[in-house]
Every structure is written in C-alpha cells, then in structure tokens.
C-alpha cells in the first residue's frame, strides 16, 4: 500500500509577513516607552509610545496596525516591561492611564483607515502630508478621548477635570510626534527611491 504525502500550507506568507512586522511595531512601540524626557507642564514625563501607534498605522494600515498594538498590550500584560517607564502587567492596564493604553488599538487603526483607506494599502512614501496629518490627529483625538474617560473613571473625577490633568500639557508633545513620523515616512521614501 502506497501513501502520499502532500505538502499543506497551514498559513500563507502573507499572513506570517503581517503578523512579523505587527510584532515589529509592537516592539517599536515597547521600545519608545523607554524614551521619555521631562514635561514642564506635567510632572509626567513625555513617552514616544505614541509615535508608534502612528506609525503603525501608517505603515501597517487599519488592520495589522491595530492588530500589532493588541500584540503591544498583550505583551505588557504578559509581563513584559513595555509600558512607560518599564512597568508590565495588568495593572497599567486597569490604572489611571489604562484608557490611554487601551486606546492604542483603535487609534492605530483609525490612523491606517485615514491614511489608507479601507480597500488596500498604499506606499505610504506617495500619500500626502496632509492626509498623513488627518491620520495621526484622527489617531491622536481616539486617544485623548478613551485616554480621558478612562482617567476619570479611575479617578473619580469629571472629565473636564481629567482632560485637564491627562492630556491637556501632552498636546503640543503630539505635534512633534506627528512631525517625527511624516519625517520617517519621507526618509523611508526616498531611501527607497
């Protein structure tokens, strides 16, 4: 009796090179966590973990960026130390800035739909500025909003009150973050050309 034997593709290259650069901007992202500096406003320091979810966006588009985000707080949950200032577990994930941390994903997300659409990935190298710009802000107010409520949900204060303490001395540090992340993708562009 003769058997044959068949190669089968559980998983197509495709999905294996998605799911690589996905855990690639995950750890990006878990890497800029350590890049903080002093915000004179706050006594919070600025982290670039921001910039990551931007890029992912733009880079990964709706899908794979927010799914390389979920790989973000998955990891951080998991135990790696890729929360702000080095913390892990789940206690960022349910603490005053859990709705920063959990907004991650969408804004990702949201940031690729902007920047690409909903039918394809585009070079991000020959998207306009602008719409790069609308991305991020679109990214950026996600953020602010789940960001926002989840502090004042921890903290049992209004949101007025909240929007003020989290988010309100972080803003002008986004619009450096944005210009960071037009920069890359221009220099990614014409490293390729």
Do not use: C
Not at 117 to 125: F, N, Q, S, V
Not at 158 to 183: D, N, Q, R, T
Request: charged share 10%; aromatic share 10%; no cysteine.
């Amino acid at each position: 009796m003769a058997t044959e034997a068949e190669s089968v593709e559980l998983v197509g290259d495709e999905v294996v090179n998605n799911v690589a650069r996905a855990a690639l901007f995950a750890a990006l992202t878990g890497a800029f966590a350590y890049v903080s500096f002093p915000n004179p406003i706050s006594p919070v320091p600025v982290s670039l973990q921001v910039l990551g979810v931007f890029l992912a966006g733009i880079f990964l588009g709706p899908v794979w960026g927010g799914v390389s985000m979920g790989f973000y707080l998955a990891a951080g949950a998991a135990g790696a130390p890729v929360f702000a200032g080095g913390s892990a577990g789940l206690g960022p994930l349910a603490g005053y800035t859990a709705g920063f941390l959990w907004s991650y994903p969408v804004a990702a997300a949201l940031v690729g739909a902007v920047v690409h659409g909903l039918d394809g990935l585009a070079d991000p190298g020959t998207i306009r500025t602008a719409r790069l710009v609308a991305g991020m802000t679109a990214g950026t107010v996600a953020i602010y909003t789940l960001g926002t409520v989840g502090f004042a949900v921890v903290q049992n204060v209004g949101l007025i009150e909240a929007f003020a303490v989290s988010a309100v001395a972080f803003i002008p540090f986004e619009a450096v973050k944005m210009a960071a992340a037009v920069g890359i993708v221009r220099s990614d562009a014409a490293a390729a050309a």
